[in-house]
């Protein structure tokens, strides 16, 4: 039986370990796909690759699926970071949706001077890039870490990590990146635009590559996608 049904487990994976499953999970299987005992399902859990399984046990509160054969090794993204202004509930949603499919290691949300949202659920977050990584095929989830201030992540910020700042004033240079390895981040700002000083602080950072995505002026979901996609095809796995 083929197994088109994916979940994420935080528990260890490997032939024939015993994987309980949520309560939620054992719900979503039993009462909504329908299936029973001996049904197949694939697990990951961002550490082992990706195994299917098979339900020994199928009730509509509790289910363990049992790992026969690892279907997928464990593949790591490049070493990026998305870096974002959270902006209204469903396009904050389609960014880390998007930054999951496109291979972003690390979704960071960032407050700035004209960032609509001062708050997120960064728990909220983090089950969103879950179900997103479970629906594209992924064997990784990124960590979605929980809002911070820009002065305060800049101050932090590690020297051999290059920042690709995607700077609205450059509109209309060529979308352009040059193919480079090591660390690095991506930095998307809010629907606003970040204020002078910031743009200044920017400006002043040795690690920090001003970023154009072309001519037109993008929404904020729309320029991370373009921003990462740019980036994976210069710099990422996408080579």
Sequence with gaps: MDAKIRLYVDQPLGAGQAVALSQDQ?????GVMRLGEGGAILLFNGRDGEWRATLAQAGKRNAIAVCDVQTKPLHLPPDLWLLFAPIKKARTDFIVEKAVELGAARIQPVQT????????????????????AEQCGATYVPEVTDLQHLEKLLSNWPEDRRLYWCDETAIGQPATLTPATGPAAILIGPE????????????????????????????????????LTLWQAACGDWR
Excluded: M
């Design 192 to 227: 606003g635009g970040f204020s002078a000083d910031e743009a200044a602080k920017l400006r002043g950072r040795p690690n920090v590559i001003p970023l154009s995505l072309g001519p037109r002026i993008l929404r904020a979901d729309t320029a991370a996608v373009a921003a």
């Design 26 to 30: 054992a719900h979503y299987l039993t």
């Design 113 to 132: 001077r004209h960032t609509n949202s001062e708050r997120i659920r960064q728990d909220r977050l983090q089950a969103h890039a879950v179900e997103a």
